[in-house]
């Protein structure tokens, strides 16, 4: 019969196995390149940015493109600021993250510096082939289908039931039914003060405000 100790450190190999494995599984889902991957019809002013920029390609039941552009100084961040507000849906919330603050989403995400975050539809060969061989692309132009009542993208689409189309995603979406593919392009900033201050910048106008520093100063 196995002592206790054995059976404490068969539970330690366990742990850590069954962590390691999660890990790379993970790995397995997350893409990063060293630079912006994003479409060349994207606005020109943000050619120069690509090479500072990072993209983090996540295949993780949700399929999209998350852009990290970093700031050397104030005045380039507020340059291309109404740039990029270009980009955002139309009703799609900016999030507010503070420098410093804990890694999102498990530590994907790096908030150590201030920066830009623009979560975007997979630009890639990626595609979908309907019944009748015609091909899906999960990137836009999205058809009617995929908008929501009002008119607006919703954050994630799915193939219809029939598989010709794009719908939206709705809470009760199996992922094992297949991915949620990012509809609609938002964006965060990670704010300093100082690169980033908000007291300088334009907030877009009806838009919904994703305001994570309170929760953080609620947990410091």
Known sequence: ?????????????????????ASCLCLGLVQTMGHGTWPADWPKELEPYRGQAKTIGVAAGN?????????????????IWPVILRLKSEGAPLTLTTAGSAPG???????????????APSYTTLYMTTPDGKTLKPSPPWPKSAKLPNG?????????????TW????????????????????????????????NRIRLPAN???VDNRKLENQSE
């Not at 399929?63 to 340059?79: G, M, S, W, Y």
């Not at 607006?152 to 010709?164: A, E, F, G, I």
Request: net charge negative.
């Open 207 to 209: 838009t919904p405000i």
């Open 63 to 79: 399929q999209e493109d998350v852009f990290e552009i970093p700031f050397r100084n104030r005045e380039e961040f507020e340059k």
């Open 167 to 198: 719908v939206p995603a709705d809470a009760n979406h199996n992922p094992l039914k297949g991915f949620e593919f990012r509809a609609r392009i938002e964006c965060e900033l990670v704010v300093d003060g100082k690169f980033i201050d908000l």
């Open 152 to 164: 607006q993208l919703p954050k994630y689409v799915v193939l219809s039931d029939d598989k010709t």
């Open 1 to 21: 019969m196995p002592s206790d100790v054995s059976m404490r450190w068969g539970a330690i190999v366990l742990a850590v196995s069954v962590g390691l494995f």
């Open 105 to 119: 989403v498990a530590g994907l995400f790096d908030n150590s510096k201030p920066l830009v975050r623009i979560y």
